[in-house]
């Protein structure tokens, strides 16, 4: 039987609440908007599979890594799938393999009101909706049981999403219909709230209609400078950059991301993509806004799907030191650092809301612009 007592234990991924074959476990929303697992007792039989199937709790086994990790980076060809990626393409053309081959692709979309979804693909239309960045938690629903229904029914499934939810789909899958399986995750930041980005998009709109939200437009100034952008009615755009400090901060995260045990060098997916920071001290000549991805197999059917798709990218071998990821890609190695003020992010969201939050630790109160006018201090300081 599940009960959560600590929320740092529960990455939120649903095998749990999929894998209950009397239906006695729903995910229930806390304050911040991430759900967790509660268990109705008067269906309960105390059958146990919802603990057996739980991967986030397993102790994984301490090893020696390599200094050094081999990995692809990786552009696009066409320059529409390029320009319409969060960096350089390779979910694009990795997803492309399995829709040629008659399969369906699972991601995170945008719903209607710009709350962020997993959901099904067939077709690339509807695949493109997966495409960039979204810097929050993916409302799973049911679709761990689709996957398996899927997979069942003989298709190819590509399920892209976090390491922890693709480590919990891949522990929620039997063995029997694991070869139809194919798991894409990225090195992940952490998953910020729910919540509070719904409350960020009510905010931002007052009032109007908003027809595009992005969480990382690189169309602004490339896609290496972080900002949101959103398109209202009659085509106004806007850019901002209050839950973007809010999310580097680490101040909304998921409790369970500051212990997430999938380094990359303990990945359940059989394929990492991740933008590949850094990369003009690799590759100099692709150090452009268009955007490059970072790529690793890291096991026999990621490596098929890979060698179906290289036709379609431009792609280099990188040699990456230790030293490297922890300067430009640090989450790579470990998990998030949970800023010290979380908690106390956490009970003023709760009880004094979106606009309280946002001026004390974001970007829209004084203590931002002091902490604006102190860099810029030190800057010219530095240079007499």
């Not at 990188?318 to 800023?339: D, G, I, Q, S, W």
């Amino acid at each position: 039987m599940i009960r959560i007592e600590d929320k740092s234990r529960c990455c939120g991924c649903t095998a749990c609440h999929a894998v209950c074959p009397h239906d006695a476990i729903v995910m229930k929303e806390d304050s911040l908007g991430f759900r967790y697992p509660e268990t109705d007792m008067t269906r309960c039989t105390e059958c146990g599979l919802c603990e057996k199937v739980c991967d986030f709790i397993v102790e994984k086994p301490a090893e020696e890594h390599d200094e050094a990790l081999v990995v692809r980076a990786v552009r696009h060809k066409d320059s529409e799938s390029l320009s319409k990626s969060q960096s350089g393409g390779a979910f694009t053309a990795l997803s492309d393999v399995v829709l040629k081959n008659g399969g369906v692709i699972y991601g995170a979309a945008f719903n209607t009101d710009f709350t962020v979804s997993h959901a099904r693909a067939c077709t690339p239309e509807e695949r493109n909706a997966f495409r960039g960045s979204k810097y929050v938690q993916s409302d799973m629903g049911d679709v761990f049981r689709n996957v398996r229904k899927d997979l069942k029914a003989g298709l190819q499934v590509l399920f892209t999403g976090t390491p922890c939810q693709c480590a919990g789909l891949k522990s929620y899958i039997p063995d029997s219909l694991q070869n139809g399986l194919v798991l894409m995750d990225f090195v992940c930041h952490g998953v910020p709230s729910p919540a509070v980005w719904s409350d960020y998009i009510e905010y931002v709109a007052k009032g109007r209609k908003m027809t595009v939200a992005d969480f990382r437009d690189k169309s602004v100034n490339g896609w290496k400078v972080h900002k949101e952008s959103f398109v209202f009615e009659g085509g106004k755009k806007e850019c901002r950059e209050t839950y973007k400090v809010l999310f580097y901060k680490n101040i909304m995260l998921r409790p369970s991301c500051a212990s997430c045990p999938y380094d990359i060098y303990h990945r359940e997916s059989d394929v990492t993509v991740a933008d590949f920071w850094g990369i003009g001290e690799r590759i100099p000549e692709w150090d452009t806004d268009e955007g490059t991805s970072m790529l690793l197999c890291n096991s026999s059917k990621g490596k098929s799907i890979w060698t179906a798709a290289m036709d379609d990218v431009h792609s280099r071998p990188v040699l990456l030191t230790k030293e490297f990821m922890a300067t430009k890609n640090p989450n790579m190695l470990h998990p998030a650092r949970l800023y010290h003020e979380s908690g106390d992010f956490a009970k003023a969201y709760e009880e004094r809301g979106f606009g309280y939050v946002a001026r004390r630790w974001g970007d829209m109160g004084w203590r931002y612009k002091a902490w604006q006018l102190k860099v810029f201090l030190r800057k010219i300081f530095g240079k007499i």
